[in-house]
């Protein structure tokens, strides 16, 4: 088994909702696309007149819903995901054709979403979320100036055709699995968050200061996602006309009943609010992705809230997260495209109950049975946005499986030892496995389940 060469920021990055894979991602290409392009010689660059993206597999399915067009357009127009603002996004949806200036150096093209094809949902590409961007000549049927393939792989991730990534340190601590994670944890005597930041340091040659302050700004934009869709009521955008919900949730949380149904519609509310963000397409944290954005929020408000816990151990839950997410991440995928729906809100749901379970004290045996537990209860879920929004199933499921996450450390800190019988590794598998077996129309391509159910949104 190779090993974990990802960093915590791989996972946890700052951009737009609503989707990892088709936000956040496409933009990163759109945004390589314009700084390699730049560095192209005069000569060539002065022969530039015409600009294409094609969007395939879900891309181009449930692209439109995502706003995958103008995310990619936002990138070719010089914006990056963690510095664009929401505005500039609802500018560019609220003038699709409007023509804006791509700055090429010497000249600039006018570019709008004309430019961007929504082409084949089915193809032979190796990755499903596949775009490629050209840059023509004056002649269209001559061979492009420029091309490049990118695949957007879920979580924001992209691959460039041809383009091998930079190699990274090795970590100090080498691990593949949750049983080798536990093995190096036994032999170093570390703690699970210390072993996470010194492979962190590691691998990406980052000073302890600078990566703590790196995981503070996180979780303080996590926060302020919660904060600023608990502050507004009204419609998200698209065809649903869902409503936003969090504010009342919220304000209904008070007058409960029972103190433990308090903190259940708490957590919902903050889940809710995350989400809502996230379909608003603003500003968000992906964790793992956008479609799962309201989860790690939530848990962490909850924690901060509810269970009076310090910044610190908040911060070293993040760290614990981190791990499960990387073991998701690097044994089998956390896209929905690739996975389904288990992939992302059921990695989420497990990034959350390990969180909890470390944040609180608990060693690793539980922190791993609290991950495994709430994976185990998504195992199977599938990928099916109704009209391509990530709206209907995706907010209530942040709600619903942050509770979950909840309930999954509260059966592992209940549990004796041994009585655990499935492991994280085991769990993780079983999620590759069941997403291989998937049929495609329920990874993200708005053709199956709730989807085709409630069509008449
Ligand atoms: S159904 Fe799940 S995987 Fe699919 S877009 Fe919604 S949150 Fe993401």
């Known amino acids: 088994m190779s090993d974990i060469q990802l960093s915590v920021f791989d996972l946890f990055k700052i951009g737009p909702g609503p989707s990892s894979s088709h936000t956040i991602g496409p933009m990163k290409a759109g945004y390589d696309f314009i700084k390699t392009v730049r560095m192209l010689p005069v000569e060539t660059l002065s022969k530039a007149s015409g600009l294409m993206v094609h969007l395939f597999g879900s891309l181009s399915a449930t692209g439109k819903g995502h706003g995958t067009d103008r995310a990619v357009l936002a990138g070719l127009l010089g914006h990056a995901p963690e510095s664009c603002l929401p505005e500039f996004l609802d500018e560019l949806a609220a003038e699709p054709l409007a023509q804006r200036p791509m700055d090429l150096g010497a000249h600039s093209l006018m570019i709008n ?3 961007v094809v929504f082409d084949a949902i089915e193809h032979n590409f190796p990755f499903n979320n596949t775009m490629i961007i050209r840059l023509t000549g004056p002649d269209a049927k001559e061979a492009p100036l420029f091309e490049r393939e990118y695949a957007s792989v879920g979580g924001g991730f992209i691959q460039i055709k041809g383009k091998p990534e930079k190699p990274r340190g090795a970590p100090a601590y080498p691990y ?3 049983e080798e994670l536990k093995k190096q944890l036994a032999e170093s005597d570390l703690s699970l968050h210390r072993l996470i930041l010194e492979n962190e340091m590691a691998v990406t040659g980052a000073a302890e200061t600078e990566i703590v ?7 303080q934009v996590m926060d302020t996602a919660v904060s600023a869709g608990l502050s507004v009521e009204g419609v998200l955008p698209g065809s649903i006309g869902l409503a936003r919900k969090a504010k009342q ?13 308090t903190i259940i519609s708490q957590l919902c509310a903050f889940a809710f609010a995350a989400s809502e963000e996230n379909a608003a397409g603003h500003i968000i944290v992906t964790a793992p992705t956008c479609g799962s954005a309201g989860i790690i ?26 791990a499960v997410g990387f073991l998701a991440k690097h044994n089998a995928t956390i896209a929905g495209a690739e996975g389904g729906c288990q992939a992302e809100i059921g990695v989420a749901s497990a990034m959350a109950a390990a969180m909890l379970a470390h944040a609180t004290g608990y060693g690793v045996h539980v922190t791993e049975n609290a991950a495994e537990t709430a994976l185990e209860h998504h195992l199977g879920m599938t990928c099916d946005p109704v009209a391509g929004y990530v709206q209907i199933p995706c907010i209530e499921r942040n709600a619903m499986s942050v509770v979950k996450a909840f309930t999954a450390f509260v059966i592992a800190t209940d549990e004796l030892p041994g009585q655990h019988k499935v492991g994280l590794d085991q769990a993780i598998a079983a999620m590759m496995a069941t997403g291989q077996d998937m049929n495609c129309k329920y990874k993200e391509t708005a053709l199956g389940g709730l989807a085709v159910s409630v069509p008449n949104c």
């Open 113 to 115: 979403a004309n430019n």
């Open 297 to 322: 929020p939530a848990m962490a408000r909850i924690m901060r809230t509810r269970l009076a816990l310090s910044e610190q151990s908040i911060r070293e839950g993040l760290l614990a997260a981190a």
């Open 213 to 219: 302050a790196g995981l503070d700004t996180i979780l």
């Open 249 to 261: 949730i919220l304000k209904r949380s008070q007058g409960r009943r029972y103190p433990q149904e």
């Open 176 to 178: 593949g699995t949750m």
